[in-house]
């Protein structure tokens, strides 16, 4: 057996070199996914629309005053010369690099700040012109010429280009930082990869805590180091097969697949801590080995069948995020469903034959032993129940009821400062882009016209126009980006700096010069393809609530049916609405996985148990701590997030495993002829401390999520905590109540 | 403007195809000639040709959207130096629209544009050879007439492509500017005929872009080879620039005065495509 362990640990090490992580919406939505379809054409089409912006301000440093002083000046040269041939760069502005378009004595002139010999020498009328510029203020500096940025717009949206494309940054910020200069970085590849890396660097500190949680947990029951070492140990070797599988399957780690080492190291130790004070029990009086082996086997045999069981309600539960619309829910379900079905081989594999080899001595069973505190406490919590039974399930119903009506109020929403945390350094970056410069976030809008129909026409650029207008007038946008600008700037050049001809032409054939000429001048593909059928809107957007962005993307496909032409096809997309795609799929997520986790766990039980009654009873406690949770948030108004609305499918697949545990021992001592009431209070005697044990394990590594800087995965610890434990309660003090409440009723329980 | 440059690059010829055993074989004679004598042979084969010409343009994005336009064109060489006057006729919303180029020995080439609608001349003047040229897969550089003398150049190892013996002379851009680290020129043996550029970023292992002129699509007239039909395609954005040459008479007669900034204003009528 060893041999074979041995085996399939180095085959999982093998995976695990293979194993990689992936970032972005892609990673999270899935590739196939309509939203990043659409986003990954609309990128291909205008070769933008999913940019860096690399912003920095000479109020914090000495090197520059303003961001067209000579050093500043060449830094900006430097990245963006550096960085334009970079692999996965489709283009890159900065205030040295981009072109600034001015009229000339007899014509028009595309100038630059910074040559081949470095800054030119009229800088400041460069200058000048430049902070009159509506393309440049407010996108490449800020009016007051303090801050600057260099964007970067990448060739697609996969993570792999976003990972080479901030290596690369980094690479090249690096000499500038060392000389003073600081950088805020924002845009999606950046949240992505800063983030989650931030993310990453957190787990890593998590599972060391996680662990050590739950050796305190194990020590605590045993008192034994060697067990607490030995089901650690089956635990870290469950984590390791478990990602090892995950890269032989050849998916990408993500945001949610790092959630699964103190998931599966957690639920592992709840089956070594079984295992361990059954053993505990079971040993007590052996002499020799040879009767600590059949012990072994007695308590293996005992808790086998529970154990089987409450690993298929706790995989059928994690398999019910496959209803899931977002890819990686998906992959998080079925890994961690396997991750599951792992915990229990080793549990039942490793941990015997550690124990039987090595520990000679009985395991202790705590300074009470039998008979002791636990037991008396457990004989206490069962009295109460039985003194007031009705009234116990009657506050438990009221309760129910009470919470089912806070459901209905719950909200999904993903703050940016709430999903990364207040200390993020993105959270941060965004905060200071926001305050010197622009609207972080963007909302992009594809306009496509019908076969035959171009963008010149006169009445097809008011339309835009007044679109334009539409969206910088809505709450919550900010400035639109487009051809119309340009092609303004352009007709005003021509007309000799004129400004009462910054406006687009009157005819399709000026407008098709105009375009022309700008064309001579700076690239169009980024706002019009070469057939003039496409174009692009590129819409600043404040970081809003999600019922904001909802509204607020209501209220935009409100005015393109009602105001716009029926044969455009105009498609919204981008970073803004890839976020708003994501919160409206995890809250569908959270609903079916919740339902389908529910039947998927009530027909498992039901074939245990071989009784639907006693599955429906079972699903009793465990729902109700899930009821209690989301309703008490619907009523707090506390909102769902990314993580505690995966919360409902885990509790509910965790949760039921002390309840079968229970329900398990109940019926066998029915089925030896007991009382209801004395079964009952002998199986909560006999499991209770178990029960108890692996509750005050699941809490704790679930509660140790709260250092993660990610407020969504803390808040997932913190739920699911509050759940499990509300879980315990159920099961200990309202499951017995109501099985004596259904026998005194007659009913066959 | 882009045909502007293409019609000195390509000095244009619709006399009957040249295939490959149809010109005298020059790899006898080139044994002993060095990369630069190859470059400077097949440049001066190229350029160097009066010439008026009808072509079209072809610009596919990344999306598959295509962009057509015809240029009616002429090109005359004034004091060594190429000027070239092209008016637009396709698509209909820029007909009438005409540009003007004129060469400069010492600095980037002077670029005027007249739009009929606004009754305007105006210069184009932009920074950078590098940068790119009014939506097609073109720089300003690729447009600009070469010399062997612009370059350091170096004798690669010889290829065959299509099936054709070629020298494959790398070269690095001497002249300011250059978006380019190398060009590699693909010659083929038997007569000097461009059939392939293959240009480099700086330190880049894969050319980004890659210019082709079939040989299905090469004339000779007058000792030069003039490709009908280029293929410029660019990697890095994912887009192909077509030119095909319609229509062309060599050495016309062309008034000096046609290549002048007043003629553009004037309206001045192209003589007619008379071809060869």
Redesign the interface.
């Known amino acids: 057996m060893l041999l074979f362990l041995a085996g399939v640990t180095v085959f999982a090490l093998v995976g695990l070199l293979r194993l990689r992580t992936d970032v972005g919406y892609a990673a999270f939505l899935g590739e196939s996914h309509p939203a990043v379809r659409r986003f990954d054409?609309f990128l291909?089409?205008f070769?933008g629309g999913y940019p860096i912006a690399v912003v920095w301000s000479c109020a914090e440093t000495e090197r520059c005053e303003h961001v067209f002083d000579d050093d500043a000046l060449r830094m900006a040269a430097t990245v963006a010369g550096r960085l334009k041939?970079r692999p996965g760069v489709?283009r890159v502005e900065s205030p040295a690099t981009s072109?600034l378009v001015l009229s000339?004595e007899?014509?028009?002139?595309?100038?630059?700040f910074v040559?081949?010999h470095g800054p030119v020498d009229d800088v400041e009328f460069l200058a000048e012109r430049a902070l009159g510029d509506k393309l440049w203020v407010g996108n490449l500096v800020s009016a007051d010429a303090q801050v600057g940025a260099i964007l970067i717009e990448l060739r697609a949206s996969d993570s792999a280009t976003s990972v080479v494309a901030y290596a690369e940054l980094e690479a090249a910020l690096a000499p500038f930082r060392d000389r003073g200069y600081r950088y805020h970085l924002v845009g999606g590849p950046i949240d992505f990869v800063v983030a989650g890396d931030e993310l990453r660097r957190a787990n890593e500190r998590l599972i060391p805590l996680v662990g050590v949680l739950l050796a305190g947990v194990i020590w605590l029951l045993v008192r034994s180091v060697f067990a607490v070492a030995a089901t650690l140990a089956s635990g870290a070797l469950a984590v390791l097969w478990t990602l090892g599988l995950l890269g032989w399957i050849g998916w990408p780690q993500n945001t949610l697949t790092q959630t699964l080492p103190p998931l599966v190291l957690v639920i592992s130790a709840c089956h070594g801590l079984h295992l361990l004070w059954r053993y505990a029990a079971e040993s007590s009086d052996a002499v020799d080995r040879a009767e600590r082996e059949a012990a072994l086997l007695r308590v293996a045999r005992d808790i086998g069948g529970p154990c089987v069981i409450t690993t298929l309600t706790t995989a059928g539960a994690f398999l019910s995020f496959t209803t899931s619309g977002l890819e990686s829910f998906v992959r998080f379900g079925i890994v961690s469903a396997a991750g599951a079905g792992i915990a229990l081989l080793l549990s039942f594999a490793l941990l015997p034959i550690l124990l039987r080899g090595v520990m000679l001595a009985p395991l202790d069973r705590g300074p009470e032993g039998e008979g002791g505190a636990w037991e008396r406490a457990l004989h206490g919590l069962t009295r109460v129940a039985a003194a007031a039974p009705l009234a116990v399930v009657c506050v438990a119903a009221l309760l129910g009821a009470v919470s089912a009506v806070g459901l209905p109020r719950l909200e999904v929403d993903v703050s940016y400062e709430d999903l990364y945390g207040e200390d993020s350094r993105v959270v941060r970056w965004v905060h200071f882009v926001e305050e010197n410069l622009r609207a972080p976030e963007t909302l992009e809008i594809e306009i496509g016209l019908p076969d035959g129909e171009?963008l010149?026409a006169p009445e097809r650029m008011d339309r835009l126009a007044e679109f334009e207008a539409f969206l910088s007038a809505t709450d919550g946008l900010g400035r639109v980006h487009s051809i119309l600008d340009p092609l303004r700037a352009m007709n005003r050049l021509?007309?000799d700096d004129d400004p009462q001809y910054e406006r687009t032409?009157r005819?399709?054939?000026?407008?098709?010069?105009l375009l022309?000429?700008l064309?001579?001048?700076a690239?169009?593909?980024p706002w019009v393809?070469?057939?003039?059928?496409?174009a692009r809107l590129s819409v600043e957007a404040s970081k809003v609530p999600q019922d904001r962005l909802r509204e607020l993307i209501r209220e935009v496909r409100g005015y393109v049916e009602s105001e716009l032409p029926p044969s455009w096809t105009v498609t919204l997309t981008g970073p803004a609405v890839l976020v708003h795609t994501m919160v409206e799929e995890v809250k569908h997520t959270q609903l079916y996985s919740f339902v389908s986790a529910g039947l998927v766990v009530l027909v498992l039980v039901a074939v245990f148990l071989r009784s639907f009654g006693w599955a429906v009873l079972a699903m009793i406690p465990t729902g109700l701590p899930v009821l209690l949770t989301l309703g008490v948030m619907g009523f707090a108004g506390v909102r769902l997030d990314v993580g505690t609305a995966m919360v409902a499918a885990v509790v509910i697949g965790i949760a039921i495993d002390d309840t079968v545990h229970l329900l398990t021992q109940y019926r066998r001592r029915r089925a030896r002829g007991l009382e209801a009431a004395i079964s009952i209070e002998q199986a909560v005697v006999h499991v209770g401390r178990a029960l108890i044990t692996t509750s005050i394990a699941l809490a704790l590594g679930f509660l140790s999520l709260v250092v993660s800087p990610w407020s969504s995965v803390a808040s997932f610890g913190v739920v699911a905590s509050v759940a499990i434990s509300v879980a315990l309660l159920a099961d200990l003090v309202v499951l017995p109540a109501l099985i004596l409440v259904l026998s005194r009723r007659r009913w066959p329980v | 403007?882009f045909a502007l440059g293409l019609c000195a690059w390509c000095a244009v010829f619709m006399s009957s195809p040249v295939r490959a055993e149809d010109v005298p074989p020059a790899a006898a004679d080139a044994v002993s000639l060095s990369a630069h004598d190859i470059l400077d042979r097949a440049l001066e084969k190229r350029f160097d040709l009066d010439a008026r010409a009808s072509i079209a343009i072809t610009?596919?994005?990344?999306?598959g959207?295509?962009?057509r336009k015809q240029v009616e064109l002429a090109s005359k060489r004034v004091n060594g130096l190429v000027q070239s006057f092209g008016r637009f006729t396709y698509?209909?919303?820029?007909?009438g629209?005409a540009m003007l180029r004129l060469e400069k020995a010492d600095r980037m080439d002077d670029?005027?544009?007249y739009?009929?609608?606004?009754k305007?001349?105006?210069?184009?003047?932009?920074?950078?050879r590098a940068?790119?040229?009014?939506?097609t897969d073109a720089t300003y550089e690729d447009i600009e007439r070469r010399r062997a003398n612009d370059y350091d150049v170096e004798l690669s190892p010889s290829d065959v492509i299509h099936g054709e013996d070629v020298w494959v002379v790398t070269t690095a851009p001497r002249y300011?500017?250059s978006g380019y680290g190398r060009v590699d020129y693909l010659i083929a043996k038997s007569d000097y005929a461009i059939l392939e550029q293959r240009h480099y970023?700086?330190g880049?292992e894969n050319a980004f872009k890659v210019i082709e002129a079939p040989r299905s699509h090469m004339r000779m007239l007058q000792e030069r080879i003039v490709p009908t039909r280029i293929i410029m395609t660019d990697h890095n954005?994912?887009?192909h620039t077509e030119v095909e040459i319609l229509g062309l008479v060599v050495n016309p007669e062309l008034p000096d005065s046609l290549f002048t900034t007043s003629a553009l204003s004037r309206e001045q009528r192209l003589p007619p495509l008379d071809e060869d």
Do not use: K
């Open positions: 054409a291909e089409r070769g041939s489709r072109l000339s007899d014509g028009v002139v595309a100038r630059r040559d081949e171009r010149s021509l007309h032409g005819t399709a054939r000026e407008n098709a010069g022309f000429l064309g001579g001048a690239p169009l593909d393809t070469v057939d003039l059928r496409y | 403007m610009v596919t994005s990344r999306g959207q295509r962009d698509p209909e919303e820029l007909r629209m670029f005027f544009a739009l009929p609608e606004f305007r001349v105006r210069r184009l003047a932009t920074p950078h940068d790119m040229f009014v939506g300011a500017e970023r700086v880049a954005h994912g887009t």
